[in-house]
């Protein structure tokens, strides 16, 4: 396939430990990805930064990397035209709270609050970058996400899910029970939002089709992209996390990288050209 558009991940894939662009994963530095970028931006080829940060996070991370859009909160938010243009996917948000963003809805109905009751010492918020995000309730700690589902449902919300977005370090400002280290960072948002659908929906704004798209990522939630990409790559730093190998084998359009973080994303890029 001709490549004619290159979604990516970042933290844990085009970036390396502390969002580096320039460690490697074992440390050291590495030019691997810059030179990659490099190459990428000669052929022509857009790419689009496809993260779980918010759009004021990423839209100058995207101006440093001459990114041609980006897609934030886990892909409820679409912006192009340097930030100046977006749109607000809220996928299963009840219609009766339409027009409103989801994280006012969770603050409504308390979801946040009672997750932690339930769960002591397991879950708390990712301060402070949850203070900014406006679809999702963006947390941190160590559930089983599907299990948070199950209890989501029990409650009458289901149309809500957990989402694991990988493993964080630790830090002092963690008050995160023993049992719950590492952490994970979580978004708790409403269903039908995903990368995949995110990146469905800027492809046909685009006028392109998932046969013209890459992506690149590393974790459970970037395995939502290869529906709607052509060929999707997981850098090895993110196979190797438990439970990835099956995941990975069960979807046909995935590759695995050679390397770790963004020796492997440049891998991954240059297997594109």
């Known amino acids: 396939m001709a490549t004619r558009i290159v979604y990516t991940d970042l933290d844990g894939t085009m970036v390396g430990p502390h969002g580096s662009f320039w460690t490697a994963a074992g440390g ?3 030019s691997a990805a810059a030179d ?24 100058e991370t995207a101006r440093v990397f001459a990114a041609d859009g980006a897609i934030a909160e886990l892909g409820s938010l679409v912006t192009w035209d340097g930030g100046t243009r977006s749109r607000l996917l809220t996928g299963a948000l009840p219609e009766q709270y339409a027009g ?17 009751a339930d769960h002591p010492g397991r879950v708390e918020w990712h301060a402070p970058w949850h203070a900014t995000h406006s679809a999702d309730a963006l947390l941190r700690g160590r559930v089983d996400a599907a299990a948070v589902d199950a209890w989501l449902a029990e409650r009458g919300w289901g149309w809500l899910t957990m989402n694991d977005n990988g493993e964080v370090p630790v830090t002092p400002d963690m008050t995160l029970a023993d049992g719950a280290l590492p952490p994970h960072v979580y978004h708790l ?11 469905r929906w800027d492809l046909a704004r685009r006028g392109l089709t998932a046969e013209d798209a890459v992506a690149v990522g590393d974790s459970v939630s970037d395995l939502e992209m290869a529906a709607a990409v052509g060929r999707l790559f997981i850098t090895a730093n993110g196979a190797a996390v438990r439970g990835m190998a099956e995941r990975i084998a069960a979807l046909a359009n995935v590759s695995v990288t050679e390397a770790h973080m963004g020796e492997g994303w440049a891998q991954a890029v240059r297997a594109s050209l």
């Open 28 to 30: 050291g530095w590495t």
């Open 36 to 59: 990659a970028l490099l190459q990428l931006h000669r052929s022509g080829v857009p790419l689009v930064l496809v993260s779980g940060r918010t759009a004021t996070q990423l839209m």
């Open 100 to 116: 409103r963003e989801p994280v006012d809805v969770l603050a409504e109905l308390g979801v946040v609050e009672e997750l932690m």
């Open 189 to 199: 948002m409403p269903r039908g939002i995903s990368k995949g659908e995110a990146i």
